[in-house]
């Protein structure tokens, strides 16, 4: 019984006809295998008649396919693709979009060819579509292991030395020389560095007192200047007099210690804000009030957020540099005096180190509401 399998593709066909021998067949196999191969057609779309050919004809398609289309792929041309011996079934690219098909007549004598339909040789012009349809169909002929199971195909990877570089040869060896010739004029650089001069350390040598100068005690407070004038145990010179002085008097000075002056000591409602005589001037350029505006609301605005809210009205005169630091402020109104800790007290500016002794700085009017709402205007 003749079996034929058929593989379809829109642009192409191929038919295969032959025998089972019986050796493969299995109960539990619902089509017979195909193991004698008889004749091979290959139907292409716009073609009158068909290729066509035995065994040898179908094995030497399915290679000559399959590696054109792995050279097609990778771009890469491998000249020796047929091997010393030209293959029955030839591609050859002609342009872009079209492949040349070339089937030889059959060898004289091949025990494998069984009709003679090929005895002629034929040429087909197959464009890019037409040549992947033909390859799909090949594919699904291995797919498919009910026949011809004992052929495969052995696709084997290209060699390097088939593949060329797209670079031209100038260019790849241009970072080389470039790279020689930078070593080289380094090389050439530290060949005319002189050579440093090293030197011993030398002793030090010790110099002698000139005219016999008296260099005195030693400090004894730990300084390294020497006394020039050494008094005796009394402290006094000679020729100098012991003042009268009783013993619960207080000390004489040359200036009497004046009370302290109210501007001295600290204001209870004060907390830590610059004297203004100390600022090297206000700031006065609208543009930076309103900048350093916007800082000092969004640093209390974080801060009552983290706090309850008040319970009265809170006015304050906040002290702010040019960089945003609040370096004092001051409190305005009773219900502010009389609070133990302001809210403003963990905005104040922490040193770190020095700050300069004198800077301009902004002076702000914040009031705090007791419902958590404050507002910031300029002094």
Same mark, same amino acid.
């Given at each position: 019984?003749?079996?034929?399998?058929?593989?379809?593709?829109?642009?192409?066909?191929?038919?295969?006809?032959?025998l089972?021998?019986?050796?493969a067949?299995?109960?539990?196999?619902?089509?017979?295998?195909?193991?004698?191969?008889?004749?091979?057609?290959?139907?292409?779309?716009?073609?009158?008649?068909?290729?066509?050919?035995?065994?040898?004809?179908?094995?030497?398609?399915?290679?000559?396919?399959?590696?054109?289309?792995?050279?097609?792929?990778?771009?890469?041309?491998?000249?020796?693709?047929?091997g010393?011996?030209?293959?029955?079934?030839?591609?050859?690219?002609i342009?872009?979009?079209?492949?040349?098909?070339?089937?030889?007549?059959?060898?004289?004598?091949?025990?494998?060819?069984?009709?003679?339909?090929?005895?002629?040789?034929?040429?087909?012009?197959?464009?890019t579509?037409?040549?992947?349809?033909?390859?799909?169909?090949?594919?699904?002929?291995?797919?498919?292991?009910?026949t011809?199971?004992?052929?495969?195909?052995?696709?084997?990877?290209?060699?390097?030395?088939?593949?060329?570089?797209?670079?031209?040869?100038?260019?790849?060896?241009?970072?080389?020389?470039?790279?020689?010739s930078?070593?080289?004029?380094a090389a050439m650089?530290?060949?005319?560095?002189?050579?440093?001069?090293?030197?011993?350390?030398?002793?030090?040598?010790?110099?002698?007192?000139p005219?016999?100068?008296?260099?005195?005690?030693?400090?004894?407070?730990?300084?390294?200047?020497?006394?020039p004038?050494?008094?005796?145990a009394?402290?006094?010179?000679?020729?100098?007099?012991t003042?009268?002085?009783?013993?619960?008097?207080?000390?004489?000075?040359?200036?009497?210690?004046?009370?302290?002056?109210?501007?001295?000591?600290?204001?209870?409602? %004060? *907390? =830590?804000?610059? /004297?203004?005589?100390?600022?090297?001037?206000?700031? !006065?350029? @609208?543009? #930076?009030i309103? $900048?350093?505006?916007?800082q000092?609301?969004?640093?209390?605005?974080?801060?009552?957020?983290?706090?309850?809210?008040?319970?009265?009205?809170?006015?304050?005169?906040?002290?702010?540099?040019?960089?945003?630091?609040?370096?004092?402020?001051?409190s305005?109104?009773?219900?502010?005096?009389?609070? %133990? *800790? =302001?809210?403003? /007290?963990?905005?104040?500016?922490?040193?770190?180190? !020095?700050? @300069?002794? #004198?800077?301009? $700085?902004?002076?702000?009017?914040?009031?705090i509401?007791?419902?958590?709402?404050?507002?910031?205007?300029?002094?």
């Amino acid at each position: 019984m003749t079996i034929r399998r058929q593989y379809s593709l829109p642009n192409c066909t191929l038919v295969l006809e032959g025998l089972s021998d019986g050796s493969a067949a299995s109960q539990l196999d619902m089509r017979p295998v195909l193991s004698i191969l008889m004749s091979a057609e290959c139907y292409v779309k716009g073609l009158g008649e068909p290729l066509s050919g035995g065994r040898e004809f179908f094995e030497s398609l399915v290679r000559a396919v399959s590696s054109y289309a792995q050279e097609f792929m990778s771009g890469v041309h491998y000249p020796d693709r047929y091997g010393p011996n030209l293959s029955m079934v030839q591609l050859q690219r002609i342009d872009g979009n079209s492949h040349r098909l070339t089937v030889l007549p059959a060898e004289a004598g091949s025990a494998t060819q069984i009709d003679r339909k090929t005895e002629m040789s034929a040429e087909v012009d197959l464009t890019t579509v037409q040549l992947f349809d033909l390859v799909e169909a090949i594919d699904q002929f291995f797919a498919d292991t009910q026949t011809l199971p004992e052929l495969s195909l052995q696709l084997t990877p290209i060699s390097k030395r088939y593949i060329k570089s797209a670079e031209p040869l100038a260019k790849r060896s241009l970072p080389a020389v470039v790279g020689v010739s930078s070593l080289a004029l380094a090389a050439m650089a530290f060949f005319l560095v002189p050579i440093p001069e090293v030197q011993r350390p030398r002793d030090p040598v010790r110099q002698p007192n000139p005219a016999g100068l008296n260099q005195g005690t030693p400090n004894p407070g730990g300084s390294g200047s020497p006394n020039p004038t050494p008094r005796p145990a009394d402290g006094l010179l000679p020729g100098e007099r012991t003042p009268n002085v009783e013993p619960n008097s207080p000390t004489p000075s040359s200036t009497p210690q004046s009370e302290a002056s109210p501007e001295s000591t600290p204001s209870p409602v %004060s *907390e =830590a804000l610059p /004297s203004p005589g100390a600022a090297a001037g206000p700031i !006065t350029d @609208p543009a #930076a009030i309103e $900048l350093l505006k916007g800082q000092l609301s969004q640093q209390i605005d974080g801060v009552l957020k983290t706090q309850p809210a008040v319970d009265a009205e809170l006015v304050y005169r906040v002290s702010v540099a040019k960089d945003g630091a609040i370096v004092g402020y001051k409190s305005e109104n009773p219900a502010a005096v009389d609070r %133990s *800790e =302001a809210p403003l /007290s963990e905005l104040l500016y922490k040193p770190i180190g !020095t700050r @300069p002794p #004198a800077e301009p $700085l902004a002076d702000f009017r914040v009031v705090i509401a007791p419902g958590g709402t404050f507002a910031v205007t300029p002094w």
